[in-house]
């Protein structure tokens, strides 16, 4: 029992990053629909569930150290092409979000310069692409009770003082610009955008877990985890969007309100899950091309999080906007290929899943 909730934190770590845990995502895929928002969540919530599942299945069933094995697999050699490079794009991409989310956590809550929180970040996520795969789950998941339990405390809070019922702030919510036409077409892009994120690192994830049943029910305890915390976050900006409408870190703003010294605990709890999706983001993009732990890792892992670096000066908001509908896009290749994957299987005779190494 202890493993699978183990792998459902990490799962939930991976997925629950900057954009989340600032409230940013979930202000812009679900509480800018206003009550449609609410339907957006339970189904993002069954998509994430099933998908979890399937994810740190598939590692375990091949004993995967990366992504490219399994993906090509279960998508076939052309298709395979396709997804192959969304994730690579969405790792590296999203790595660079989380640099710059990280030096405006530090900015919004305590004056510093953007640039402090992103290179103190970047030395941090640096630092943990050295360690093994084992480690950085465990890492990962020690970080994620705290959200969960912060989360909690602030749709509690938010509901009991809000002045205003949900008819009148559904305009306001309404009112806030979003990149996505309908609310299912946003529920089903945010999780298909989270699915390109979290896939490489759950496939390595499940892929230290000898056990498939471990793995298959830790990364649907994991999905269902994002989905209820989305319902959580949602709500509590929706009955606060009259006060943190414009704010680039909603959730921080509505803990500001409960008290500045709470606010600050949070910033460092909010820095932490930053980390932990961005050294997965940069893990899982590293042991896509060379083996972990050797010379050659430590030299592209290195001018990896340069690059990174300097790309994450385009900032954060613009970084969110931008990245994240077209990922959502692009990632649907690879929710089809999930979902398909089970027929895939049966049609091969399940002999598609035999353990195999993985060529970098």
């Not at 990149?179 to 490489?200: C, E, K, M, Q, R």
């Not at 509505?254 to 961005?278: C, E, N, Q």
Request: proline share 3%; aromatic share 12%; with cysteine.
């Amino acid at each position: 029992m202890w493993n699978i909730i183990k792998i459902a934190s990490a799962f939930i770590g991976i997925i629950v990053g900057a954009g989340f845990a600032s409230g940013q995502e979930v202000l812009q895929y679900f509480t800018s629909f206003g009550y449609l928002g609410t339907a957006a969540a339970v189904v993002a919530t069954a998509l994430f569930a099933y998908l979890g599942m399937m994810l740190t299945w598939l590692g375990s069933r091949t004993q995967t150290r990366s992504h490219k094995t399994v993906v090509y697999q279960i998508s076939g050699r052309y298709l395979g092409v396709i997804v192959d490079g969304v994730i690579i794009f969405t790792l590296f991409g999203v790595g660079v979000v989380m640099i710059a989310g990280a030096g405006s956590t530090l900015n919004q809550q305590f004056g510093l310069s953007p640039v402090v929180g992103s290179v103190l970040m970047t030395l941090m996520m640096g630092a943990t692409l050295m360690l093994n795969v084992k480690r950085v789950v465990g890492l990962i998941g020690s970080i994620t009770p705290f959200l969960v339990l912060a989360l909690i405390l602030i749709c509690i809070y938010s509901l009991f003082t809000m002045e205003r019922s949900f008819e009148e702030l559904a305009p306001i919510a309404e009112g806030i610009e979003s990149t996505l036409p309908h609310w299912l077409v946003s529920a089903v892009n945010y999780v298909s955008f989270n699915i390109a994120v979290g896939a490489a690192m759950s496939l390595v994830m499940g892929g230290a877990e000898p056990n498939a049943r471990i793995a298959r029910w830790g990364g649907l305890l994991g999905g269902a985890g994002v989905g209820v915390m989305i319902m959580i976050s949602h709500l509590a900006m929706f009955s606060q969007i009259d006060v943190v409408a414009g704010y680039p870190l909603p959730l921080l703003k509505i803990i500001d309100g409960i008290s500045p010294w709470l606010a600050k605990a949070m910033a460092f709890v909010l820095f932490g899950m930053i980390f932990s999706t961005g050294a997965s983001m940069f893990y899982a993009f590293v042991a896509r091309f060379v083996e972990m732990r050797t010379p050659a890792a430590n030299r592209f892992s290195m001018v990896t999080m340069v690059v990174g670096f300097v790309a994450s000066f385009a900032g954060f908001t613009q970084l969110v906007a931008f990245f994240y509908p077209l990922i959502g896009y692009l990632g649907l290749f690879l929710v089809g290929a999930l979902i398909y994957a089970p027929l895939r299987l049966k049609r091969a005779g399940d002999k598609i899943l035999q353990p195999v190494s993985d060529t970098q």
